[in-house]
Structure formats: C-alpha cells, structure tokens
C-alpha cells in the first residue's frame, strides 16, 4: 500500500439503527464488515413487505432510534413516548423489498401498532439478522466479499466540514438558509481544508481500519426535508444541480465499505486520523 497521507480529523460520528428514523451522535463505534456496529439493521415495511422509507413517509424522521445493549433500540417519538424492541431471533424471516434482502425477521405486534399509530398507516419493523448476506451492487461499486446493512448502497456515508461550507456559501448566494450535515445523514463527518477533496479518496485510514470508497453519493429527495418541521423545499438539490451535477445526479459525500478482513476490536473514535491512501478520479 502506498504512503498514507493525514488529510483530516474525525469530527464526529452517527448511528442510525433503524433505517429512515432519526439516529444518534456517538463518541466512538465499533466497526463490523456491515459498517459501524448496529448501523441501519431495522427496517420499516408495509404489509407486503414493501420498504417504507422516509422519501414517501417524512414522519419516520420525526422519530429517534437509539442503539441499546445485545442489538436493541430505543425508539422515541418528539413527545418523549417510548417502546425498547429487542431482536427477533426466533421470529420466522418474511420477505421483504429491501433490495438484495430478500427476507427479515419482524418485531412483535405491539412495535408495529405502536408505529403505525405515529405514521397513520399500516408498517412492521424488521430486523437484519447476523446471518444474513446482502451484497454491495457491482454496479455501485462492491466487491464479492463486500456485504451490506439496510443502507441504500454501501454501509458507510462519509461528509466533510469543508464541502458542507463550499454548499452553505452556495446556498447563500441563491438566498437560501444554511443547512447541516444532518439533511445528508452521514455516519462519519470529518474537517479538511479542501471541498470536495472526498470524490476521489480512494482508501482511507481512519483511526487504524482500513476502508474503501465504492462511489460518490448520489442525493435524493430525503435531503429537502427539513429535520424540525418535516417540510419539504427545493434545496440544497437545486443548489447541488447547479454546482454538482452529473449522470444526471446530484452528488455529496462519499460512501464507504471496510476491507476486510477487519480485527476484532475496530473501532472509530472522535478525534481519529484520516489518513488517504490512494486517490482515483470520481
């Protein structure tokens, strides 16, 4: 491997436990090959089995979940109600639209009424069982020994203080008011002077475990809902299509895999080193 260079800081870290709701800021995580541990391992489905996600369901993130011990969750609506689910282990797997999923394990009854009941509409939560396999699309960069979580296309989403300021100022000067990186929902956000430098990291070193960027993030509707109200506007993807536009995407932040195999105790912490070593055009 060629020499790494120090690039940045980690500035902070978030964990998303269920898939669309709310997460949580954390000091450090422990690192598994489906990305940080307890990342994005529920899920909410219709009925059918049909994914329901926060781009057609904006109330999911008016919902907090927070990691708990053994792989259970806290989930917390604005009003401080809350339900603790622990795994499902023994539940039977049902089929689900998660792409490349295809089965799950459903909570109980009494998680899904409760759900239901904040959403106005008929959901399920489900679980990513620890023997389940879901592959990172070719296509979107992934690797035969690469595996998945709940996440859209690869475990990690890593944002940098630098371009989220590069967008602000865009923003700006179209009149718009600033955003954070919570519009962007990124597991790992970290300083640098220069934006954008991200696109083409190619691997990256962040305190002592190794990762892989398999492409830039494209960025969808998610990223106009405004996290307080839950309203949706036109930004920042028309500032992102002004500056960031190709393949007919708006692009931010990069979306990483750990290469494997990982040690035991790999752990991400506030603080850490970002080191890059190898850098390929985006």
């Known amino acids: 491997m060629s020499t790494t260079v120090p ?26 090959a489906r990305g940080l541990a307890g990342d994005r391992r529920w899920g909410i489905v219709d009925p059918t089995g049909e994914k329901v996600t926060a781009r057609e369901a904006h109330g999911l993130l008016g ?11 806290r989930l917390t609506d604005r009003s401080g109600a809350a339900i603790r689910v622990e795994p499902p282990r023994e539940a039977a ?8 999923q295809g089965t799950a394990r459903p909570a109980g009854d009494e998680v899904a009424a409760w759900l239901s009941a904040r959403l106005d509409r008929a959901v399920r939560l489900v679980w990513q069982d620890d023997e389940s396999r879901r592959p990172i699309r ?23 203080e630098a371009s989220l300021r590069r967008l602000n100022e865009w923003l700006a000067e179209g009149g718009a008011e600033a955003i954070g990186h919570d519009r962007f929902r990124p597991n790992v956000v970290v300083d ?40 949706t506007s036109k930004e920042p993807i028309r500032t992102l299509a002004r500056h960031r536009k190709w393949d007919g ?8 895999t750990p290469v494997l195999p990982l040690l035991d105790d790999a752990v991400l912490t506030v603080g850490d080193v970002v080191r890059v070593s190898g850098r390929t055009a985006a």
């Open 93 to 100: 797997p049902v089929p689900v639209s998660h792409r490349g």
């Open 192 to 231: 640098g002077e220069t934006p954008f430098a991200e696109d083409d990291w190619d691997e990256v070193t962040m305190g002592g475990v190794p990762f892989r960027r398999t492409m830039v993030c494209d960025r969808c509707v998610m990223t106009t809902i405004d996290r307080e109200t839950l309203r």
């Open 249 to 256: 995407e708006t692009w931010f932040g990069i979306r990483l």
């Open 138 to 160: 070719p296509e979107l960069g992934g690797r035969p020994e690469d595996v998945n979580s709940l996440a859209d296309a690869a475990p990690l989403l890593l944002t940098t």
């Open 63 to 73: 919902l907090t979940a927070s990691p708990l011990p053994d792989g259970a969750v």
């Open 7 to 32: 690039v940045a800081r980690v500035c902070s870290l978030h964990l998303y436990p269920v898939k669309s709701l709310a997460g949580v800021a954390c000091d450090s995580a422990g690192v598994a």
